[in-house]
């Protein structure tokens, strides 16, 4: 696996730059080609990856989230998308569905569920007070053209 291309940002943990990430991605990604249901996986699994570093990782307290996307010659997406807020005590346990340490607050508690599903491969890496990184790697279906 060789990365043909690489782009990174890092932006504020507010809800209004969910969508920018989401776009952003999307946006580099469609060099790639990819098909509309690709598309809209990765843009699903960026958008909840976001979204928990608004909503878990900083509270209530603004703090950076860094997005880094790979384009590897075996036709993969790879997005980390990372925050350095209070981390994840247990991680199996937040992986679980409907699990969410946010009750009362319309969150569903389905965030990584939903990125395992629009992933082929989802790793979480966490410590307690110091962050967490989210890797999603999705396999698209189309050869790069080299350009």
Same mark, same amino acid.
């Given at each position: 696996?060789?990365?043909?291309?690489?782009?990174?940002?890092?932006?504020?943990?507010?809800?209004?730059?969910?969508?920018?990430?989401?776009?952003?991605?999307?946006?580099?990604?469609?060099?790639?080609?990819?098909?509309?249901?690709?598309?809209?996986? !990765?843009?699903?699994? +960026?958008?909840?990856?976001?979204? &928990? @570093? /608004?909503?878990?990782?900083?509270? =209530? *307290?603004?703090?950076? !989230?860094?997005?880094? +996307?790979?384009?590897?010659?075996? &036709? @993969? /997406?790879?997005?980390?998308?990372? =925050? *350095?807020?209070?981390? !994840?005590?247990?991680?199996?346990?937040?992986?679980?569905?409907?699990?969410?340490?946010?009750?009362?607050? =319309?969150?569903?508690?389905?965030?990584?569920?939903?990125?395992?599903?629009?992933?082929?491969?989802?790793?979480?890496?966490?410590?307690?007070?110091?962050?967490?990184?989210?890797?999603?790697?999705?396999?698209?279906?189309?050869?790069?053209?080299?350009?």
């Amino acid at each position: 696996m060789t990365v043909v291309n690489e782009m990174s940002m890092t932006f504020e943990s507010r809800s209004s730059n969910e969508s920018f990430a989401r776009s952003a991605v999307s946006a580099f990604v469609a060099q790639l080609d990819p098909t509309i249901g690709e598309l809209n996986d !990765i843009k699903t699994a +960026v958008s909840e990856a976001v979204t &928990n @570093c /608004v909503v878990h990782a900083y509270k =209530d *307290s603004i703090g950076k !989230i860094s997005v880094n +996307v790979r384009l590897t010659s075996d &036709n @993969c /997406v790879i997005v980390r998308i990372h =925050d *350095s807020g209070c981390g !994840i005590e247990n991680i199996k346990q937040a992986m679980e569905p409907l699990y969410t340490t946010a009750p009362g607050d =319309d969150r569903a508690g389905l965030g990584f569920a939903l990125m395992q599903s629009f992933s082929d491969k989802l790793s979480v890496r966490s410590k307690p007070q110091k962050g967490t990184t989210v890797t999603l790697t999705k396999r698209l279906s189309r050869r790069l053209s080299n350009g």
